[in-house]
Nanobody
Framework: QVQLAESGGGSVQAGGSLRLSCAAS????????MGWIRQAPGKERQAVAA??????MYLDSVKGRFTISKDNAKNTLYLQMNSLKTEDTAMYYC?????????????????WGQGTQVTVPS
């Protein structure tokens, strides 16, 4: 069974940075689409970044601030988040698909982690 374990969340002041990590087990990160999905209280899930065979893609509101990357040797996905804003506050989930093509759509992904909380106080 595929397991995705996130880490790296926390509370940071606006303008600060965090790096999220996602360690994958029983899943091959190489060649497959992986992404980060977030959900704020009372809001729908939102795919913020994905990385697949066509390269990285980002939600418009995080472009230039967030960077998604993979270390296939470690089977680990990362999300570097810079210049954080209060509106970035959410639970962040690592997600993975059984295909190389990617879309920034939460329903595209087959597997999900438990999530890690990111809080940027106002």
């Amino acid at each position: 069974q595929v397991q995705l374990a996130e880490s790296g969340g926390g509370s940071v002041q606006a303008g600060g940075s965090l790096r999220l990590s996602c360690a994958a087990s029983r899943y091959t990160t190489s060649g497959n689409c992986m992404g980060w999905i977030r959900q704020a209280p009372g809001k729908e899930r939102q795919a913020v970044a994905a990385l697949g065979s066509a390269g990285p893609m980002y939600l418009d509101s995080v472009k230039g601030r967030f960077t998604i990357s993979k270390d296939n040797a470690k089977n680990t996905l990362y999300l570097q988040m810079n210049s954080l804003k209060t509106e970035d506050t959410a639970m962040y989930y690592c997600a993975a698909a059984d295909r190389g093509a990617c879309f920034l759509i939460p329903s595209w992904f087959d597997y999900w982690g438990q999530g890690t909380q990111v809080t940027v106080p106002s």
